[in-house]
C-alpha cells in the first residue's frame, strides 16, 4: 500500500485541478488509486469522485484520531490502490493552534508530497521558496514539484534552470489556461452536482496532465503507507439502527467516512431528497439532515409540503431527528434569504436564521453533549458558515463548545424531545 498527496505553499495555487486530472489520467491507464482529501472540506471530495469513480474520504490531521486516519487508508488502499489525497491551504498551514497542518497527516499516514506550485508571479526565485518546503521538516518528504501556470517557454526554461540547480525534481509544467478554473461561491467550489460540464472540465484537466507531466514519475515517488496501519477503529456511534439521509444539491454536506462508519456498525441507510418533496424512509427509526444550501433553495424548500408533513410525523412518533449546520437551519422556524425575505421552514426546532445578515463562522471545534441521548460523549467538529442566529425559543442545548486553541465558545445548538441540530460538521470522536 502507499500513498502521496498533492499539496501546495498556499490556496489557489491549483491542487485541486491538479488531483482532478491526474485522478483522471490514472482512472484512464486502469491503474488502481484511492481518492482522498485532507481536512474537512466537504465539497472537493465529490469533485474526487467523479473524476476517479470511486468514494473519497476525508483524512483529517487535526480532528481525526490517528487510529481512525490510518485504518481509513488502509481500508482505501487494501486491494493495492495508490491513495491521492488532495491537501487543504498551504502545506505547513495548521488549525489555530498550529498543529492539523497536510504536513501533519503526510507524517501520520507516510504520504510523499508533490509540491504544485503557481508560478504566474515567480521565476528564479521558485528554488528557494521549493527549497524550503522540503528542508522545512525531516519527517515530510518533498518528492518533487509541478509547476503551475507557467506563462512562456522562456519562463519554464528559467524555471526549471532555478531548479536543476536547486537539485529539486520537476515532474510537470502546466501553462496558463482559462479553461482550468472552477467556479466558487460563499463555501468554496460549486458542488460537482451543480457543475454542468463537470467532465469536460476533468477531462481537460486530465489531457492537460498527461501532456504536461511525467505521471510515471509521480507514481514512482509515492511512498508506503505505515505498516501499523490498524484494519479497523472505533467511530461515531450511529444515530440509530434504520437512518434516512437528506441528499440533494441542499443538503449535500455529508462526510464518507462517518457514514461508511455507520455502516460497519450494522446500521442501513437510506437517501431522500427534500428538494424533489420527497419524504424519508417510512420506517427509518432515525432522520440525517446534513449541511448544504439551504439559504439558496428556502423558497423550494418552504414549497415541499409532503417532505415537511412527513417530517413532522416522524418527530412525533419519536424518529430521532439531527440537522447540521443547513440541515439545524431547515428544522427551524424559519429561514431568512438574501434578499430578505423569510421562508417558512419545517419549525420543529424554536430556531430563526438569517443569510441576509452574513457573519463567517469558521473553524474546528471540540463540541461536548450536555445530554447523551444523541451522542455518547465529546466529539470534534467543524464550523464553516455566514448565516446568524435571528432568534432562538425555548429548548435545550446540545453542545458545549470550545474553539481548536482551547477557548470556550459557550452552548451551540438546540434539542426538543427527539429533535436536535447544530451549526457544528461533526467529524470524529475526541481523542
Given at each position: 500500500?502507499?500513498?502521496?498527496?498533492?499539496?501546495?505553499?498556499?490556496?489557489?495555487?491549483?491542487?485541486t485541478?491538479?488531483?482532478?486530472?491526474?485522478?483522471?489520467a490514472l482512472?484512464?491507464?486502469g491503474?488502481?488509486?484511492a481518492?482522498g482529501?485532507?481536512?474537512?472540506?466537504?465539497?472537493?471530495?465529490?469533485?474526487?469522485t467523479?473524476?476517479?469513480?470511486?468514494?473519497?474520504?476525508?483524512?483529517?490531521?487535526?480532528?481525526?484520531?490517528?487510529?481512525?486516519?490510518?485504518?481509513?487508508?488502509?481500508?482505501?488502499?487494501?486491494d493495492g490502490?495508490?491513495l491521492?489525497?488532495?491537501?487543504m491551504m498551504?502545506?505547513?498551514?495548521?488549525a489555530?493552534?498550529?498543529?492539523?497542518?497536510?504536513?501533519?497527516?503526510?507524517?501520520?499516514?507516510?504520504?510523499?508530497v508533490?509540491?504544485?506550485?503557481d508560478c504566474a508571479?515567480?521565476?528564479?526565485?521558485?528554488?528557494a521558496?521549493?527549497?524550503?518546503?522540503?528542508?522545512?521538516r525531516?519527517?515530510?518528504?518533498?518528492?518533487?514539484?509541478?509547476?503551475?501556470?507557467?506563462?512562456?517557454?522562456?519562463h519554464?526554461?528559467?524555471?526549471?534552470?532555478?531548479l536543476?540547480r536547486?537539485s529539486?525534481?520537476t515532474?510537470?509544467?502546466?501553462?496558463?489556461d482559462?479553461?482550468?478554473?472552477?467556479?466558487?461561491?460563499?463555501?468554496?467550489?460549486?458542488?460537482?452536482g451543480?457543475?454542468?460540464?463537470?467532465?469536460?472540465?476533468?477531462?481537460?484537466?486530465?489531457?492537460?496532465?498527461?501532456?504536461?507531466?511525467?505521471?510515471?514519475a509521480?507514481l514512482?515517488?509515492?511512498?508506503?503507507?505505515?505498516p501499523?496501519?490498524?484494519?479497523?477503529?472505533k467511530?461515531?456511534?450511529?444515530l440509530?439502527?434504520r437512518?434516512?439521509?437528506?441528499?440533494?444539491v441542499?443538503?449535500?454536506f455529508?462526510?464518507e467516512?462517518l457514514?461508511?462508519g455507520?455502516?460497519?456498525q450494522g446500521a442501513?441507510?437510506?437517501?431522500?431528497?427534500?428538494?424533489?418533496?420527497?419524504?424519508?424512509?417510512?420506517?427509518a427509526?432515525?432522520?440525517?439532515?446534513?449541511?448544504?444550501?439551504p439559504e439558496?433553495?428556502?423558497?423550494?424548500l418552504?414549497?415541499?409540503?409532503?417532505?415537511r408533513?412527513?417530517?413532522?410525523?416522524?418527530?412525533?412518533?419519536?424518529?430521532?431527528?439531527?440537522?447540521?449546520?443547513g440541515?439545524?437551519?431547515a428544522?427551524?422556524?424559519?429561514l431568512?434569504?438574501?434578499d430578505?425575505?423569510?421562508y417558512?421552514?419545517?419549525?420543529?426546532?424554536p430556531l430563526?436564521?438569517?443569510?441576509?445578515?452574513r457573519k463567517?463562522?469558521l473553524?474546528?471545534?471540540?463540541?461536548?453533549?450536555?445530554d447523551?441521548?444523541?451522542?455518547?460523549g465529546a466529539?470534534?467538529?467543524?464550523?464553516?458558515?455566514?448565516?446568524?442566529?435571528?432568534?432562538?425559543?425555548?429548548?435545550?442545548?446540545l453542545?458545549?463548545?470550545e474553539?481548536?486553541?482551547?477557548v470556550?465558545?459557550g452552548?451551540?445548538?438546540?434539542?426538543?424531545?427527539?429533535?436536535?441540530?447544530s451549526?457544528?460538521?461533526?467529524?470524529?470522536?475526541?481523542?
Amino acid at each position: 500500500m502507499s500513498g502521496l498527496m498533492i499539496a501546495a505553499p498556499s490556496s489557489g495555487s491549483g491542487k485541486t485541478t491538479v488531483t482532478l486530472g491526474l485522478l483522471r489520467a490514472l482512472t484512464r491507464r486502469g491503474f488502481p488509486i484511492a481518492p482522498g482529501k485532507a481536512g474537512p472540506d466537504y465539497i472537493d471530495p465529490a469533485f474526487h469522485t467523479a473524476a476517479s469513480g470511486k468514494p473519497c474520504l476525508n483524512y483529517d490531521p487535526w480532528a481525526m484520531r490517528t487510529e481512525l486516519l490510518r485504518a481509513n487508508a488502509a481500508a482505501a488502499a487494501k486491494d493495492g490502490s495508490t491513495l491521492i489525497v488532495e491537501a487543504m491551504m498551504g502545506l505547513y498551514d495548521g488549525a489555530a493552534d498550529g498543529t492539523g497542518s497536510p504536513a501533519d497527516l503526510a507524517a501520520t499516514l507516510g504520504l510523499a508530497v508533490v509540491l504544485v506550485v503557481d508560478c504566474a508571479r515567480l521565476s528564479h526565485s521558485v528554488a528557494a521558496l521549493v527549497r524550503g518546503y522540503m528542508d522545512h521538516r525531516h519527517d515530510v518528504r518533498v518528492a518533487g514539484v509541478i509547476l503551475n501556470r507557467v506563462g512562456s517557454d522562456r519562463h519554464e526554461a528559467m524555471l526549471r534552470d532555478a531548479l536543476e540547480r536547486a537539485s529539486v525534481p520537476t515532474f510537470g509544467v502546466l501553462r496558463q489556461d482559462g479553461a482550468l478554473t472552477l467556479p466558487e461561491r460563499h463555501l468554496g467550489l460549486v458542488q460537482a452536482g451543480e457543475h454542468g460540464m463537470l467532465e469536460a472540465f476533468i477531462d481537460h484537466a486530465a489531457m492537460r496532465v498527461a501532456s504536461g507531466c511525467d505521471v510515471d514519475a509521480i507514481l514512482a515517488n509515492a511512498s508506503p503507507l505505515r505498516p501499523d496501519s490498524p484494519s479497523e477503529a472505533k467511530a461515531l456511534r450511529p444515530l440509530g439502527q434504520r437512518i434516512a439521509i437528506a441528499r440533494d444539491v441542499a443538503f449535500a454536506f455529508s462526510y464518507e467516512h462517518l457514514l461508511s462508519g455507520w455502516l460497519r456498525q450494522g446500521a442501513e441507510i437510506s437517501f431522500f431528497s427534500p428538494l424533489g418533496d420527497e419524504a424519508p424512509d417510512v420506517g427509518a427509526d432515525a432522520i440525517y439532515l446534513p449541511g448544504g444550501y439551504p439559504e439558496l433553495h428556502a423558497e423550494s424548500l418552504a414549497g415541499a409540503t409532503h417532505f415537511r408533513a412527513v417530517m413532522h410525523a416522524a418527530a412525533g412518533r419519536g424518529v430521532r431527528v439531527f440537522g447540521e449546520c443547513g440541515g439545524y437551519m431547515a428544522l427551524g422556524e424559519g429561514l431568512v434569504a438574501a434578499d430578505g425575505r423569510r421562508y417558512e421552514m419545517l419549525g420543529l426546532l424554536p430556531l430563526v436564521t438569517s443569510f441576509a445578515e452574513r457573519k463567517r463562522h469558521l473553524g474546528y471545534r471540540r463540541v461536548a453533549p450536555f445530554d447523551t441521548g444523541f451522542f455518547e460523549g465529546a466529539m470534534t467538529a467543524h464550523e464553516f458558515h455566514y448565516s446568524t442566529i435571528v432568534s432562538e425559543g425555548k429548548a435545550e442545548p446540545l453542545f458545549a463548545v470550545e474553539d481548536a486553541a482551547g477557548v470556550d465558545l459557550g452552548r451551540a445548538g438546540l434539542r426538543r424531545g427527539n429533535v436536535a441540530g447544530s451549526f457544528m460538521h461533526l467529524i470524529d470522536l475526541s481523542a
